[in-house]
């Protein structure tokens, strides 16, 4: 009796195009980067790689660090000091801003012209009157305190 064969389930077929890429002979890049492509077409990541290799390029350019932290999370600790590294060098440049703003001899004096102060008589009156009222009625007070100031 025969075994039967397994039948394996085809994937479905995903539209793709081929780019060619030529590498400069004998210059070290150009080497060392053909070595580590051929290095992953044995293993079978190259296009998986390239993908991500160049995902992660773009996003540096852009400035995305998160980007970088999500692949190499082992990295993070070198470009996100710790809190009490970060407040020491803080403070330090707090106190180096202090030192540089101190003035040397005092405020600086402002050229502006000086005037004599103004001289007030001396009055026997009192400015304002005032007089206490029980009266509840604000409008009447606001009224009589107006000509009392008359």
């Known amino acids: 009796m025969a075994a039967k064969k397994k039948s394996v389930a085809k994937r479905k077929p995903v539209p793709r195009h081929a780019r060619k890429y030529l590498f400069r002979n004998d210059h070290p890049v150009d080497k060392h980067v053909e070595d580590i492509l051929n290095f992953w077409r044995i293993g079978k990541q190259e ?7 160049v995902a992660l390029y773009y996003a540096l350019e852009q400035g995305d660090l998160p980007q970088l932290f999500e692949v190499f999370p082992q990295y993070k600790a070198q470009f996100a000091p710790n809190t009490a590294e970060a407040l020491e060098q803080f403070m330090e440049i707090l106190k ?33 009157l005032i007089r206490t009222s029980t009266n509840t009625d604000s409008s009447l007070n606001f009224v009589t305190a107006l000509r009392n100031m008359q």
């Open 47 to 53: 296009i998986t790689n390239l993908r991500k290799a």
């Open 96 to 128: 180096q801003q202090q030192i540089a703003q101190a003035p040397a001899s005092g405020p600086k004096q402002l050229a502006a012209p000086s005037f004599p102060m103004p001289i007030f008589e001396e009055d026997a009156e009192p400015t304002v």
